[in-house]
């Protein structure tokens, strides 16, 4: 078959000036899948130790509260509201605000900044009352 060269081509990556909003794009898509699987498997270790002994739930203990377990718990609390605060500026633009390209630059740099505050904050309690 011959190619018509009167049919264009599909835009590519390449083409595209990248913004914040396409990073907050593919950080909700890595957000969402790091949340299903990285919680998943916690809690089905949580589960599993409850079930099988004391012993079992003093290891778990131990290592969530070891210095990479605490990582692993901020971290994941970071997917959580950058997971959600993404998905509210996605429920802003489905009902149809927010496409100006300086709203929407705005809204994506936003969306990064309230989920590291969130963060921050939620661990500050947590540190907090356990001080």
Sequence with gaps: MARTTSRPLSPHLTI????????????HRVTGNGLATVGALGLLWW????????????LFVKCATSPIGYLVMIGLSWFFFQHLCSGLRHFVLDI???????????????TFIVALLLTGFMW????GKAL
């Design 16 to 27: 595209w000036k990248w913004g914040p909003h396409m990073a907050v794009s593919i950080i």
């Design 47 to 58: 589960l599993m130790a409850a079930a099988i002994g004391s012993d079992a739930y003093a």
């Design 96 to 110: 149809g605000a927010g496409y100006e390209l300086k709203a929407n630059k705005s809204w994506s740099i936003a």
């Design 124 to 127: 500050l309690y947590i540190f």
